[in-house]
Nanobody, 121 residues
Framework: QVQLVESGGGLVQPGGSLRLSCAAS????????MGWYRQAPGKQRELVAV???????NYADSVKGRFTISRDNAKNTGYLQMNSLKPEDTAVYLC???????????????WGQGTQVTVSS
């Protein structure tokens, strides 16, 4: 009923920037919180940043001051601007969204398929 598609990943040199997008589509009544997570090989998935429907944000300590999460409610799209990238930021980045689905009474969490970010010289 709802699909999330990430884009914008790739290979970047240390100190570089990338902007990830997460486009939600389907039977969406509204989107509450949207978040970005990442998972590196051999490591647990970790929260990177989250943004509420009202625009409040929260970040992992490791990305504070370098990453910025935002959203465009009219487009049902979330973004993650990543600056000053470091090799330790290398991971698969996944977005999620807590969605009120048309015709359903509950809120459901949906996940995208992930996009690879590699920071290397």
């Amino acid at each position: 009923q709802v699909q999330l598609v990430e884009s914008g990943g790739g290979l970047v040199q240390p100190g570089g920037s990338l902007r990830l997008s997460c486009a939600a589509s389907g039977s969406i009544l509204s989107i509450n919180a949207m978040g970005w997570y990442r998972q590196a090989p051999g490591k647990q998935r970790e929260l990177v940043a989250v943004i509420t429907s009202g625009g409040s944000t929260n970040y992992a300590d490791s990305v504070k001051g370098r990453f910025t999460i935002s959203r465009d409610n009219a487009k049902n799209t979330g973004y993650l601007q990543m600056n000053s990238l470091k090799p330790e930021d290398t991971a698969v980045y996944l977005c999620n969204a807590d969605v009120s689905v048309i015709g359903w009474s509950s809120i459901y969490r949906y996940w995208g398929q992930g996009t690879q970010v590699t920071v290397s010289s």
